[in-house]
């Protein structure tokens, strides 16, 4: 993805509330994609994964979802929380040897 | 289980300096990744290890940045000399082996080059 520098795009929302966080990612090759979250002075966390035969994987709370026609990958987090509050990154695996790259993230702040 | 552990936390040097990451992998880990991460984008991969020979290094500026991952275990991440773009978070990131799943990461190093 397109780095946007210290411009990340910031989603609000409402504790409770859905929320839905999206991704292009760039290579039609890539198959494995990842969702991390990263807290403020810490490093990148999983979250979920799925592979590029799926199109919808869910988790606890959170489900993600792959539209290869447009290579669009987005992640919906049910009833956000306060500790949801991050940086979303997508990271896309491209190659044979488990390569991943991020896209620039998306900033959640979560409002109580 | 232990984490990816990565020392300095923190390092502020002079551009021109040298300055040296270290990063201990999850046990068993075979593959080994280094990333930079500037303020306010997403982390880029600047080389990835099997064991202890290098996969990939084509993001690495490598007239000045230089990584070894000797033994297949532990690795440092070098600058010499530092210049001022290159004040970031250093991430050291691992995963059990090629396409297995993700990679855990490190809290990483932040780098200051004033």
């Known amino acids: 993805g397109e780095s946007v520098g210290l411009h990340l795009p910031t989603l609000s929302v409402q504790e409770g509330d859905n929320s839905i966080i999206n991704c292009a990612y760039s290579?039609?090759?890539?198959?494995?994609f990842i969702w991390y979250k990263q807290e403020s002075g810490k490093g990148p966390q999983f979250i979920i994964d799925?592979?590029?035969?799926?199109d919808k994987r869910q988790g606890q709370r959170v489900t993600v979802l792959l539209n290869k026609t447009v290579k669009h990958l987005s992640l919906q987090i049910a009833a956000t929380q306060p500790g949801d509050s991050a940086v979303y990154f997508c990271?896309?695996?491209?190659?044979?040897?488990?390569?991943?790259?991020f896209g620039s993230g998306t900033k959640l702040n979560v409002k109580p | 289980e232990a984490g990816v552990a990565q020392s300095p936390r923190y390092k502020i040097i002079e551009k021109r300096q040298s300055v040296a990451f270290w990063c201990n992998p999850i046990?068993?880990?075979?593959?080994l990744y280094w990333y930079q991460q500037i303020l306010g984008q997403g982390p880029k991969l600047l080389i990835q290890?099997?064991?202890?020979?290098?996969?990939?290094d084509s993001q690495l500026p490598k007239d000045r940045f230089s990584a070894e991952r000797l033994k297949g275990v532990d690795s440092t991440l070098k600058i010499q000399p530092a210049k001022l773009e290159d004040s970031a978070v250093y991430l050291c990131?691992?995963?059990?082996?090629?396409?297995?799943?993700?990679?855990?990461f490190g809290q990483g190093t932040r780098l200051t080059v004033v």
């Open positions: 990131a691992s995963s059990l082996a090629p396409r297995v799943g993700e990679a855990f």
């Open positions: 290579n039609s090759a890539s198959d494995y």
């Open positions: 799925i592979r590029s035969n799926m």
């Open positions: 990271a896309e695996n491209k190659g044979d040897f488990n390569k991943f790259y």
């Open positions: 046990s068993g880990h075979a593959t």
């Open positions: 290890f099997q064991n202890n020979g290098v996969v990939d």
